[in-house]
T-cell receptor
Framework: KAGVTQTPRYLIKTRGQQVTLSCSPI?????VSWYQQTPGQGLQFLFE???????NKGNFPGRFSGRQFSNSRSEMNVSTLELGDSALYLC?????????????FGPGTRLTVL | ELKVEQNPLFLSMQEGKNYTIYCNYS?????LYWYRQDPGKSLESLFV?????AVKQEGRLMASLDTKARLSTLHITAAVHDLSATYFC??????????????FGQGTILTVHP
């Protein structure tokens, strides 16, 4: 069974630009969550989508947005990039939203903002 | 606000020795996860603990959960170099609306020396 895939794996942008990251969950998984990992703040939750609806949102500014498609694939968008947005962005999928559903993580997209 | 704290944050062990990583969390939770992260890699799921007294073992790693104390432990037995990695605990606060939102500890960087 294929794991969670994320594209692109690496990205270099400049301040003020915008970026879109993509996540394909494990086949049959319907919940997708996004996390930001930085050396200073650690792993922080961005948002979660289930059945094309955002179900949870973390404490990030409105520049961070996402969506989920009918095939459960998800994208996140960051507009007006800042230097502090440089991070590893991880996507995780789970079968559903039940108690026993583990989140499986993708390889991540490493974003560098210059 | 749910807080998750791990200790120690850095752990240098000799091969063959035993040690324990502790994970405390601040509010009631239905699920506690342990993940492993190798440098530059994504998160690998190790254990999911769902109930008080739960104990799971895989190879040289054993995880347990005490929901009354809001404490989980990850015990390492007879450490080997291959266990060198960063270990994270994470809690999924099931407060009715928080499925899919993991709150992570700071991570414990484990280095096993010959």
């Amino acid at each position: 069974k294929a794991g969670v895939t994320q594209t692109p794996r690496y990205l270099i942008k400049t301040r003020g630009q915008q970026v879109t990251l993509s996540c394909s969950p494990i086949s049959g998984h319907r919940s997708v969550s996004w996390y930001q990992q930085t050396p200073g703040q650690g792993l922080q939750f961005l948002f979660e989508y289930f059945s094309e609806t955002q179900r949870n949102k973390g404490n990030f500014p409105g520049r961070f947005s996402g969506r989920q498609f009918s095939n459960s694939r998800s994208e996140m968008n960051v507009s007006t990039l800042e230097l502090g947005d440089s991070a590893l962005y991880l996507c995780a999928s789970s079968r559903s939203r039940g108690t026993a559903d583990t989140q499986y993580f993708g390889p991540g997209t490493r974003l560098t903002v210059l | 606000e749910l807080k998750v704290e791990q200790n120690p944050l850095f752990l240098s062990m000799q091969e063959g020795k035993n040690y324990t990583i502790y994970c405390n969390y601040s509010t009631t939770s239905d699920r506690l996860y342990w993940y492993r992260q190798d440098p530059g890699k994504s998160l690998e799921s190790l254990f999911v603990l769902l109930s008080n007294g739960a104990v799971k073992q895989e190879g040289r790693l054993m995880a347990s959960l005490d929901t009354k104390a809001r404490l989980s432990t990850l015990h390492i037995t007879a450490a080997v170099h291959d266990l060198s990695a960063t270990y994270f605990c994470a809690v999924d606060y099931a407060g009715g609306t928080s499925y899919g939102k993991l709150t992570f500890g700071q991570g414990t960087i484990l280095t096993v020396h010959p």
